[in-house]
């Protein structure tokens, strides 16, 4: 039996989950069109707060709107009762609205309406019904008067001033002020509790006042009301002086105050409890007396105060906790401390609830015949009741409905019919509060309608995802199909998508989705279809950016922005500046791919954007653009810390001009050696303003500044202030001491005189000792305002100690270290001997040779010293420079050899060696005679890449200048080249008598490279490289061929030479036929004197003869000029046209006279050349 009922229920629960799966609602679309057809419950959109406070002095309004087709009617309950608005002339509800107007202008007491009030909005459909609003009037009531005697406490002891405010709504709120309406100062010591109370945690002489006063202000009214003044007296054992200054460190000006533990003001004893509800603020207060004033710290047992939401105000007196929830819930602990001792408070949170929602019930629209749910479910602490009402009236007392079954929280409809609509409230609530929502049940039936436009055209960019939107209604809710150019089967997988609301989607657009889409939606009510065209268009692309630049003022920039689009979309470019459109004016200059900011500064900084924009799509590139220039100088230069031999120089850095500034360089001027010449004294790093100078003595200094960045350096800054050291004996010792012999009996002693800066002091001299080294002997010195002294009388190159120190009108300086120097030098007297060479090859030889004893150098060794030359060319004929070289080699072996490179294969050397001292060469060793190897030549002297016909080039070379051998022969490597692409390597060979060649183009479209080498026995030279073509313009086509050697060319000059050749002939007749054609406009006309002989004859050789005919080439620098017989004057219209050499082309008309002419044919038409020619005749 138990097994039977196990298996009935688990049959309901299942048939319970699989009807939810099936119960899906209509969303009804917010379309105009379907809205004013389609019939809807009431719906409230606007109601008054559930706690509702209202001024008095104002008329009361209760709102209550909603929504619904038919429009729905309003109703109100007071109290749980029928609220009659028609009987209180007061009360008045708007039209089209619930929204009640309570006025109070006759008369009245806003009191008298005080209640619960609930609205409720009808229709055919159903009742929605609104939250329970409880309309309270504010209240803001006189303090009580009170006689408050003077309240008299011991220095040092704490104190609570009690505000005890009125009871308003809502509740007021509370500040205390003195008399003079300034606020009571508040500290650690002294604050005002969460209750308005005005709490001392230790009283001080100075709190000693007569008008401590706490004021209520009431919200509503904008009223404060001010309590009767309290009178503080404090008793002290010692008297307390009011003129004193304030020591925070002492309070007591030094009065000696018995100190306390800390104990707890507010709240009392050692444990307490609160209350919160969810979603509200917790504030836990600990306001501790003691002396001294007690720190407060707060933890809660158990784990951490969360640190997002706890704040400390008040001085830590006060913990809040903003929007609390469940887990804000234990046990906190406040600790008071001061250094006689704590204390402890614990507080007991607890977190109740008023009811929240979990999952709120939702409007509900089927189609006859369709299954649905509405589910209410909320939670609180208590856990709220919930109660299901339909229409405004408890589900038991409403009439049976077999499509309805009530399961608890949730309401279960199967197989709903057309009449089942109506409005469900669902009310869940405890102690604390109550939630009420409104959902209705519409049933409803509808033919499908297409609610997007009309064979709309869709452009979308290639290869992005596309949409295609047909949005639809109707009830049941249609089946929707889409189709491409009204054919084949639905469109639905794979590249296609469609959604549940009608959207189609492509997911990736390509030129060939182009088309007309088809969507038919169709239910059992009927069908519908739409259609979309589809235009794919390539992207809109900025292919090359805007990069991030830096440019020094007074330079160009310049931003390239390069687009590529579809070319039947039209693409705006425009350019922002910091997100502003940018302002060409006459500086900048854009074009279509770039923007030149020419002369820039420090106003052109900033952020640029290009946008390239069609009206589908755009695309963006932005860069900075940071302008750099030179820093400004640095400012308000300063001295300070002056002493003896240094002084602190202080400055403020000028701007950078966004380039960081690396250095700082310190320049001083002296009136003394060089005024007004500046002079660097040291450098430091960009990130100091303020150095320390070392100083030398007996200097009136003067000081500026220079900034430097990676642009160059600054102005210099305004100078400082002089400041002068005094004298002292020198501290620098001359440096560069030496002493040579400038012959071959004296030895020149000099030195580095000082600087000026290094004198310290006027009338600088030199202190100069020196004696033979090694002898033992007196130091002979000397004393001289010079940099050098010459020792007379010595022997030869003999070493000398010398020493010297510097001395001024104040002392002597320090003494040198003894430096040891040489008399003068003599010539060498020996000569290496037995110069000999090995390993010769064609460019270097290895010598050998026998030093010489040092003794005979007579001076400082400096280097054995190898003369060559090049005596001739192994090869006859070749003329060589003589040019003699040398080679020095530095070596105290005691076998020496080197190596002597650079040398010229294939040629006759000779050498020879010297030693030689710093100043005086020995005599010379035995000359050795050397014949280097042959080598390989260098590169021919030119090369030259001539072209001769159309596939033909000629290459032309000439020997090597230096051919290092016996030349044997020339070879070629070419190749072709194509972008990066190399083809292979082809070789011709010459012999050396042949210095050109010819050489036909296999491909006459490619270019070619050209490796030319001499050659030896040796080897190949170095290479001389050429290219054909040298240039792109010089480049033939595959495609290109010679049209002088085309058939059709060759006609067609042909017949252009027969149309020429037939002019000439119609012009030769015309000549030589002069005035015999029609000259209608001269017949009648008295002949010129000049035309007339004297024997009545007349001369047709007039001038006109002369000149040359209209159109020939004398004419072409202008307008011809109509001669009066011209035959451009019987054409029609002056059309006539001549050629370069003068001959007539085209056809031209003899003009028709109105006159009768007796001329024979002379005005028939000549319709060609030949018709011409007889025409004339």
């Known amino acids: 039996m138990l097994a039977q009922g196990g298996q009935v229920a688990l049959a309901v629960v299942s048939s319970l989950l699989l009807l939810l799966q099936q119960a899906t609602s209509i969303e009804v679309p917010q379309d105009p069109k379907i809205l004013q057809d389609l019939k809807q419950p009431p719906t409230i959109i606007k109601q008054s707060p559930k706690d509702f406070i209202v001024d008095p002095r104002d008329n009361i309004i209760i709102e209550c709107e909603a929504k619904g087709n038919p429009q729905p009617r309003f109703t109100w309950r007071r109290k749980g009762k029928f609220l009659n608005t028609g009987k209180d002339p007061r009360v008045n509800m708007r039209k089209r609205s619930g929204t009640l107007e309570i006025n109070f202008r006759s008369g009245g007491r806003p009191e008298d309406y005080e209640g619960e009030y609930q609205c409720l909005a009808s229709n055919d459909l159903g009742v929605a019904v609104s939250n329970k609003i409880l309309l309270r009037v504010s209240k803001a009531p006189l303090w009580p008067k009170e006689l408050l005697e003077p309240v008299l406490v011991s220095e040092g002891h704490s104190l609570v001033l009690a505000c005890n405010p009125p009871p308003g709504l809502p509740p007021p709120y509370t500040f205390w002020m003195n008399s003079a309406m300034i606020p009571i100062p508040q500290d650690r010591r002294v604050s005002m509790g969460l209750n308005g109370d005005l709490y001392f945690s230790n009283v001080l002489a100075k709190d000693a006042h007569t008008d401590y006063s706490c004021n209520a202000r009431f919200l509503f009214t904008h009223t404060i009301q001010q309590k009767n003044p309290f009178s503080l007296k404090v008793q002290s054992a010692e008297p307390y002086n009011d003129t004193s200054s304030y020591n925070s460190s002492d309070p007591y000006g030094g009065r000696r105050i018995p100190e306390s533990m800390p104990t707890f003001l507010s709240p009392s004893g050692s444990e307490s409890s609160k209350m919160v509800l969810r979603g509200q603020q917790l504030l836990l207060e600990c306001i501790a007396a003691g002396l001294p004033t ?37 046990e906190y602990v406040c600790l008071a401390n001061n250094h006689v001792g704590g204390i402890r408070h614990n507080i007991h949170v607890q977190v109740k609830g008023a009811p929240y929602w979990l999952d709120k019930p939702t409007n509900l629209v089927l189609a006859p015949d369709e299954n649905g749910r509405l589910v209410c479910r909320a939670s609180g602490n208590p856990r709220p009741q919930v109660q299901w009402l339909v229409n405004g009236e408890p589900v038991e007392s409403s009439l049976p409905n077999p499509s309805r079954e009530m399961m608890g929280d949730t309401i279960i409809f199967r197989s709903v019919q057309i009449g089942s609509s109506a409005v469900y409230q669902c009310n869940a609530s405890n102690q604390h509060g109550y939630l009420l929502a409104n959902a209705f049940v519409s049933v409803l039936d509808m033919a499908p309608r297409i609610l997007g436009p009309k064979s709309q055209l869709i452009k979308v960019i290639e290869n992005n995802r596309t949409f295609l939107d047909c949005p639809f209604f109707g009830s049941p809710l249609p089946d929707l199909r889409w189709f491409k150019n009204g054919q084949g089967s639905g469109l639905d997988g794979g590249h296609y998508r469609v959604y549940i609301n009608g959207t189609l989607e492509i997911k990736r657009a390509r030129t060939e989705d182009e088309g007309t889409y088809t969507c038919v939606a169709s239910n059992i009510m009927g069908t519908v279809e739409n259609q979309v065209i589809l235009e794919v268009k390539e992207p809109t692309r900025i292919v090359r950016g805007l990069e991030h630049q830096s440019a020094f003022r007074g330079s160009t920039a310049r931003f390239d922005c390069k687009v590529k689009s579809d070319p039947s979309l039209p693409v705006t470019v425009s350019w922002l500046k910091d997100d502003s459109p940018l302002s060409l004016g006459w500086r900048l200059r854009r074009d279509e791919e770039s923007l030149s900011i020419p002369n820039v500064n420090e106003g ?27 820093p400004d100088p640095p400012m308000d230069l300063d001295l300070s810390d002056l002493a003896v031999r240094s002084v602190r120089l202080t400055w403020i850095p000028g701007n950078d001009h966004n380039s960081v500034i690396t250095q700082f360089l310190v320049q001083y001027e002296e009136d003394r050696w060089e005024p007004g010449s500046w002079q660097n004294l040291t450098s430091y790093p960009g990130d100091l303003n303020s150095v320390i100078l070392q100083l030398s003595p007996f200097i009136n200094y003067q000081f500026r500044v220079i900034a430097i960045n990676s642009v160059g350096q600054s102005a210099p800054s305004h100078p400082s202030p002089r400041y002068k050291t005094s004298g002292a004996p020198p501290d620098v010792i001359p440096s560069g001491l030496q002493g040579w012999g400038t012959k071959k009996n004296n030895m020149e002693i000099s030195w580095e005189p000082l600087l000026n800066v290094e004198r310290n002091g006027p009338n600088l001299h ?44 104040h002392g002597a300086g320090p003494t040198s270290n003894v430096a040891t120097g040489y008399s003068g030098e003599d010539k060498p007297t020996d000569a290496p001997t037995n110069l000999r060479v090995s390993n010769v090859d064609s460019t270097s030889v290895t010598i050998h040779w026998n030093p010489v004893d040092p003794s005979s150098v007579v001076g400082e060794f400096k280097e054995y010293r190898l003369y060559y030359w090049r005596e001739a060319s192994l090869l006859k004929g070749l003329r060589v420079s003589q040019e003699k070289m040398t080679r020095g080699f530095y070596s105290i072996a005691q076998r020496p050899s080197a190596v002597l490179g650079g040398l010229v294969p294939f040629s006759h050397y000779r050498m020879l060696m010297v030693v030689a001292n710093r100043g005086h060469e020995g005599p010379p060793s035995n000359t050795v005679e050397v014949r280097t ?40 490597k070419y190749h072709t080249v194509n972008g990066s692409k190399l083809g292979p390597y082809r070789l011709e060979t010459f012999p050396p008598n042949i210095t050109q060649y010819t050489m036909r183009l296999p491909d006459r479209a490619m270019r070619y490279k050209f490796f030319l080498s001499a050659l030896t026995q040796v080897g190949a030279g170095e290479a001389f490289t050429g290219e054909f073509p040298r240039s792109a313009n010089e480049a033939y086509s595959k495609d290109q061929v010679d049209i002088a050697t085309q ?68 004419s072409l620098d202008g307008p011809p000029k109509e001669s009066d017989d011209s035959l451009v004057d019987y054409g029609e219209g002056g059309d006539g046209q001549f050629n370069e050499d003068g001959s007539f082309i085209g056809q031209y008309t003899v003009k028709k006279d109105s006159k009768d002419e007796t001329e024979g044919n002379e005005s028939s038409e000549a319709t060609s050349p030949v018709n011409a020619i007889y025409s004339l005749a």
């Open 294 to 330: 007690p720190s407060i710290k707060w933890f809660k047992k158990g784990g951490d105060l969360p640190a997002q939401k706890v704040k400390f105000e008040n001085h830590n007196k006060t913990l809040k906790i903003v929007s609390v929830s469940e887990e804000d819930a234990g």
């Open 604 to 630: 052109d900084q900033g952020v640029y954007t290009c946008t390239a924009q069609s009206e589908i799509d755009q695309d963006v590139s932005s860069a900075r653009l940071t302008v750099l220039d030179r």
């Open 766 to 809: 030199y202190q100069l000792w020196w004696r033979r080294k090694d002898t033992g002997e007196a130091w002979s010195n000397v004393t001289t305002a010079g940099s050098k002294h010459v020792v007379h009388d010595t022997e030869t190159y003999v070493p000398y100690e010398i020493r010297i120190q510097a001395l001024n009108d």
């Open 933 to 972: 190897k042959e080598g390989v030549p260098d590169a021919p002297k030119y090369f030259e890449i001539v072209k001769r016909a159309f596939d033909t080039i000629h290459l032309q070379w000439d020997k090597p200048l230096e051919p290092n051998g016996v030349l044997i022969g020339y070879q070629l």
């Open 1047 to 1114: 058939g059709w060319f060759i006609g067609l000059m042909c017949a252009i030479a027969l149309i020429i050749l037939i002019l000439l002939i119609v012009c030769f007749i015309k000549r030589s036929r002069g005035g015999k054609y029609p000259v209608r406009d001269k017949k009648d006309l008295a002949l010129d004197p000049v035309d007339q002989k004297e024997d009545g004859s007349f001369d047709y050789h007039s001038d006109e003869d002369n000149k040359p005919l209209q159109g020939s080439q004398a």
